[in-house]
């Protein structure tokens, strides 16, 4: 059994800044990579960034909208990735979800709000 937790959305203005979490816990033998993806209302969920965790140092990628402002990066002691998010606009409001991406199957957590107000 596997567990996905995202933290960390909430309220913030324009600006501002978020950290996410995601924690994977359980029976986990390896990642191949984490990701976050975003869903807002009424449109599809998007990948928003990855870490390839199979790869030394963890190659990332980022949706071109979020390039500059966001960071994911990753505890490996600890199963956790995290997605800093600076400067946020407020077409960056969604429900943010963590994927744990293994050599059998993909895990997805709960999600977490983040509005952004104007």
């Known amino acids: 059994q596997v567990q996905v937790v995202e933290s960390g959305g909430g309220l913030v203005q324009a600006g501002g800044s978020l950290r996410l979490s995601c924690s994977a816990s359980g029976s986990l033998l390896s990642i191949n990579a984490m990701h976050w993806y975003r869903q807002a209302p009424g449109k599809q969920r998007e990948l928003v960034a990855s870490i390839i965790t199979s790869t030394t140092g963890g190659i990332t990628n980022y949706l071109d909208s979020v390039k500059g402002r966001f960071t994911i990066f990753r505890d490996s002691a600890k199963n956790m990735v995290y997605l800093q998010m600076n400067r946020l606009k407020t077409e960056d409001t969604a429900v943010y979800y963590c994927?744990?991406?293994?050599?059998?199957?993909?895990?997805w957590g709960q999600g977490t709000q983040v509005t952004v107000s104007s």
């Open positions: 994927n744990i991406q293994t050599p059998a199957r993909a895990y």
